[in-house]
């Protein structure tokens, strides 16, 4: 296929072969040299795309696997802590829905919280793991699903989840099992 003889930015003729305009300095288009950079921009993108994706949930995963551990282990003490204060004590006999609330109840409940900061961080982690072998991206966007919906306590939790997965699910084109898939 021949290069174009004029700019499609400026209009000015151009000699053939070139890469960029004489008269404005814009690349020309439908050249290998053009494929080619396009190419690259693309490649910077999805790998930008795949760091951005792995440092969130690295930096979601690890600290909260270590917080829903430490909640486990201290759920009787900080359950107790919460017990013993004469304010939590006041506000409780103000409280209809928890009537009847005990200390063995509030240490459950201190415990199932950090069951769900552990399974909400084991579910970033697998992602993780997917998103970096760059394979069953099914799974990478179950996992960010999961680590979404168990940090459903947390907002803030919640919103990097579904935004993450969000990213995965972007991403698709570039997990292996879809290479070749379209152009
Ligand atoms: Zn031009």
């Known amino acids: ?3 174009p003889k004029f700019c499609n ?5 151009m000699p053939a072969g070139s890469k960029f305009c004489p008269e404005c300095g814009s690349i020309v288009e439908g050249t290998e040299f053009e494929k080619q950079r396009t190419k690259e921009m693309n490649d910077m993108v999805r790998e930008n795309g795949f760091n951005t994706v792995k440092f969130l ?12 551990i430490i909640d486990i282990v201290n ?14 004590q006041e506000w409780l006999k103000t409280q209809t829905l928890f009537k009847g609330l ?6 459950d409940y201190f415990t199932y919280l ?6 909400s961080g084991i579910g970033a982690a697998v992602s993780l793991v997917f998103v970096t072998i760059r394979r069953y991206w099914l799974f990478a966007v179950i996992g960010c699903m ?18 993450v997965t969000w990213m995965i699910l972007d991403l698709k ?8 898939e379209g152009q």
Not at 81 to 87: D, I, P, T, V
Not at 102 to 107: D, F, N, R
Not at 146 to 163: K, Q, T
Request: hydrophobic share 55%; charged share 5%.
């Open 102 to 107: 005990t200390l063995a109840t509030l240490t």
């Open 75 to 88: 759920a009787s003490a900080n359950a107790n802590a919460l017990w013993s204060n004469q304010s939590f």
């Open 146 to 163: 999961v680590a979404a919906i168990f940090c459903f306590w947390s907002i803030f939790g919640l919103f990097i989840g579904f935004f």
């Open 173 to 180: 084109p570039f997990f292996e099992e879809f290479q070749g």
């Open 57 to 68: 949930l690295t930096i979601y995963a690890i600290p909260i696997i270590i917080i829903g």
């Open 1 to 3: 296929m021949a290069d």
């Open 9 to 13: 930015k400026c209009g000015s003729s």
């Open 114 to 119: 950090g069951y769900l900061a552990v399974i």
